[in-house]
């Protein structure tokens, strides 16, 4: 029992030391790590536009397929129906994703869903932490557990070391694209537009069949929410290169069925539709370049028109 | 449950001062419980098949040793058969079917004949493969039939050694169940200290360069030359991390409950030649084929060819103990070959370096050391690849287009921004000056020695070392769950 009570004693002490050493730590270098120009502040500046925008009003949601691959102003040019687009990262997850959406959507409005093939339901927490601390409103768009909490906090803690380090090397993580500022007024990512593009295609994996049973719980409990409201919600699948489509049929086509079946808004069309060549990605399959952004846009316009009359 | 989760952490925060707080005589049955809540949290229907097995090897342990003459043999051979029946049906099944089609077709005949579309319960092979060393240790006389059916089922499902490793001996682990178990101070220290030394491997080293290693190997068709050497390299160091990670924080959990299990690891990228890495990774599994494999093969009392062909088989079949697929056959093929070369060159070698002067030095020993490492990274291509082809493509193209590819290592996105790589190096550097001093000092002993403040800043820095640059975030499962 004297060992047992020692023991206690002292790995309390070691906890409390470690403990307070990573509450501490990130309250002291808070001036270095708040970057208000990382990508993920970009939100802030969306969610602005979503609740500026009279109704009805055209709302994309997605990853950064969407960010990337898509003109907004030609949209609303052509439509004569205001556009925001809210897409960010698929690493916000669904939940963030459409939580966000429905703080500002009214009677009459459009929902444009345009998810990656890989659509999880918690997002990253490190990005998460990152948005919380950012956007003052954040902590109401996703499930904040006790866990997360933790992580959170040790996420900060880590934070102090990568923005030291770039401070000390003079550098900043100056990928335009990871840029608050390189997301234009309506929420398109314009950064990468006219730029060479990046080789080699990342996120070239083959994907892999899931049950995509929460991801669908997810969709429909939104779909939902947007009906009482008065809302329309539309699934268009995300741009894809022609190149990698055999290899991924099986699990894309499983994908498209089980939408099908479940899913209780609007599908607009099918993966099919959705190829590029290879030359139209600008870095990852699902990220387009000036040209791919032209042509599906142009393609979106098209298969928009009948719904917005 | 995965080790490196918060669950993980809470559960061993529950269990282990609970397990103390209870009377010995109900300690086993609080450990059963929670080892079966561990294993449940996977896919709780799999405790089914886990199930099955335990009461066949323990009905067989029984009855082997209350028979005589040939119902001994019997009786075995229902436990093997049981318990490789299992691994056949949800291991083996589909890649058994999918070849037979294969040659089927070749010759022109056309059936088709079902796939099975189930997960692969976590851990079958490992604790396949511990029930089996207890029925078979039976048979030779070495271990007691256990008769607490409780007992036996906790040596089967142990939490900490359930589903990595390290695959026990029953002489080793059965009767520490019964020996009363005191709370130890030193020993729950080394235990704790062991398991953050584990963390340490898996959070900071293993998860943060798989990020790289999985950005090449799944599309390994992108690259040539140098990304393909650096995914290699970077993923023998995963490997290693990621399961003797695992290793240590089991021995560690279990540790500090008063349980001592085998040594899995012992710094085996410091091994001068094959059959010398063999006996430093994953010794339980290379002693578990050497103990009733190769042995009962005949070992190298046999005629020379008797003998290469008893290496070559049982490293083949210990490559299709990791995996259900033609690259892990290869890999258990290659290893068996490597072997083979070896014993077959060896005087010729030893000559050769006598008379270059070169025998027992240390620019030998390295020399031997990076050989060796080399020839196992080789085999670890086809270990990681996804599938033959992509490993021949790698194995092709790593010589190629060098100058050029070291150009894209610097410029194109792997999932590693600078910070990452700089981290990435930093903690592959402490990890090999922590083994390489261990292999000649122990390090437990040296902080073990320092004054009681140094020793707790010691600890406190390792823990927030693993918090401040630990990769989090990757939610990477460990590589050997998957056997």
Redesign the interface.
């Known amino acids: 029992l004297i060992?047992?009570k020692?023991?206690f004693k002292?790995a309390s002490?070691?906890g409390l030391?470690?403990v307070l050493?990573?509450l501490a730590v990130p309250k002291i270098f808070s001036p270095i790590i708040s970057d208000k120009n990382v990508y993920a502040a970009s939100t802030i500046d969306k969610e602005n536009r979503l609740a500026k925008l009279e109704s009805p009003k055209i709302v994309i949601v997605g990853g950064s397929g969407s960010a990337f691959s898509i003109n907004s102003k030609m949209i609303e040019d052509s439509l004569k129906m205001p556009v925001v687009n809210m897409a960010v990262s698929y690493g916000l997850g669904l939940t963030y994703m459409l939580e966000e959406s429905k703080n500002g959507i009214k009677k009459g409005d459009k929902i444009l869903l345009f998810t990656e093939y890989y659509l999880p339901v918690e997002g990253?927490?490190?990005l998460l932490t990152l948005i919380n601390d950012l956007n003052p409103i954040a902590s109401e768009y996703f499930k904040f557990s006790v866990?997360d909490w933790?992580?959170f906090r040790?996420?900060d803690?880590?934070r102090v070391?990568?923005s030291l380090?770039?401070k000390t090397?003079n550098?900043e993580?100056n990928d335009p694209i990871t840029l608050r500022s390189s997301f234009n007024e309506y929420g398109d990512m314009t950064a990468h537009l006219n730029k060479p593009n990046?080789?080699?295609?990342?996120d070239?994996?083959?994907l892999h069949k899931t049950l995509y049973t929460k991801e669908l719980a997810e969709l429909n409990d939104f779909v939902k929410f947007c009906k009482k409201v008065g809302v329309n919600v539309y699934y268009g699948f995300p741009a894809f290169p022609a190149t990698e489509y055999d290899e991924n049929k099986k699990a894309i086509k499983y994908f498209e069925w089980k939408l099908k079946k479940n899913f209780k808004g609007k599908i607009l069309n099918t993966p099919e539709a959705n190829l590029y060549p290879e030359n139209d990605f600008y870095?990852t399959i699902y990220h387009l370049n000036t040209e791919g952004r032209e042509k599906r846009t142009q393609y979106l316009i098209k298969l928009l028109k009948p719904i917005i009359k | 449950m995965l080790f490196n989760s918060l669950h993980f952490v809470l559960f061993f925060l529950i269990v282990t001062p609970i397990y103390f707080w209870l009377p010995h005589i109900h300690r086993w049955k609080w450990l059963l419980a929670a080892s079966c809540y561990f294993y449940m949290i996977f896919l709780p229907i799999y405790i089914l098949i886990l199930g099955f097995t335990i009461v066949i090897d323990y009905y067989a342990g029984i009855y082997i040793e209350k028979s005589v003459g040939s119902q001994r043999k019997q009786y075995l051979i229902i436990s093997l058969i049981a318990n490789i029946g299992v691994l056949a049906i949800f291991k083996y099944y589909n890649f058994l079917n999918e070849n037979l089609q294969l040659f089927l077709n070749t010759v022109g005949i056309d059936i088709k004949t079902p796939i099975l579309t189930i997960l692969l319960p976590v851990g079958l092979s490992f604790h396949t493969f511990q029930a089996m060393s207890y029925t078979i240790e039976v048979y030779r006389g070495n271990q007691k039939a256990e008769k607490n059916f409780g007992i036996y089922a906790l040596y089967v499902m142990f939490y900490p050694q359930l589903v990595a490793g390290p695959i026990e001996r029953p002489q080793n682990i059965l009767h520490q169940f019964y020996k009363k178990q005191t709370f130890e101070y030193q020993r729950v220290a080394d235990g704790l200290k062991q398991m953050t030394w584990g963390f340490f491997k898996k959070i900071v080293v293993a998860d943060r360069v798989g990020i790289f290693v999985n950005a090449v190997y799944d599309s390994p068709f992108q690259y040539q030359g140098f990304p393909l050497i650096v995914a290699t390299i970077l993923f023998s160091i995963q490997i290693y991390c990621d399961f003797s990670g695992y290793s240590d924080i089991a021995i560690g959990a279990a540790k500090v409950m008063g349980f001592d299990l085998m040594k899995n690891f012992d710094r085996p990228y410091f091994s001068a030649s094959i059959s010398e890495f063999w006996k430093r990774w994953h010794i339980s599994l290379s002693t578990w084929f050497r103990d009733y494999l190769y042995i009962s093969l005949g070992g190298n009392r046999v005629v020379k060819w008797r003998w290469y062909y008893n290496l070559f088989i049982t490293f083949l079949l210990s490559g299709l103990w990791h995996g259900a697929d033609w690259t892990y056959v290869t890999w258990g093929a290659l290893n068996g070959v490597y072997l083979i070369l070896e014993a077959f060159t060896l005087s010729f070698r030893q000559k050769f370096f006598e008379f270059v002067k070169l025998k027992n030095t240390i620019f030998l020993r390295v020399f031997s050391i990076a050989v060796t490492y080399s020839l196992i990274c080789i085999a670890w291509i086809f270990f990681r690849a996804h599938d033959f082809p992509s490993a021949v493509y790698i194995l092709q193209n790593i010589p190629v287009n060098l100058k050029e590819s070291s150009k894209t290592l610097l410029s194109a996105n792997f999932g590693l921004d600078l910070y990452g790589y700089v981290l990435a190096i930093l903690s592959i550097f402490i990890l090999f000056s922590v083994e390489f001093i261990q292999g000649k000092y122990s390090i437990y002993i040296w902080v073990k020695n320092r004054p009681k403040a140094i020793r707790y800043g010691l600890y406190s820095l390792l823990i927030l070392t693993i918090l401040f640059i630990g990769s989090f975030d990757s939610n990477q499962q460990f590589i050997y769950f998957q056997f």
């Open positions: 060992e047992y020692t023991f002292n002490i070691i030391i470690i050493i990573v990253s927490k490190k866990s933790i992580k040790v996420f803690f880590q070391g990568s380090f770039y090397k550098t993580i990046r080789r080699p295609l990342k070239v994996e083959k870095d």
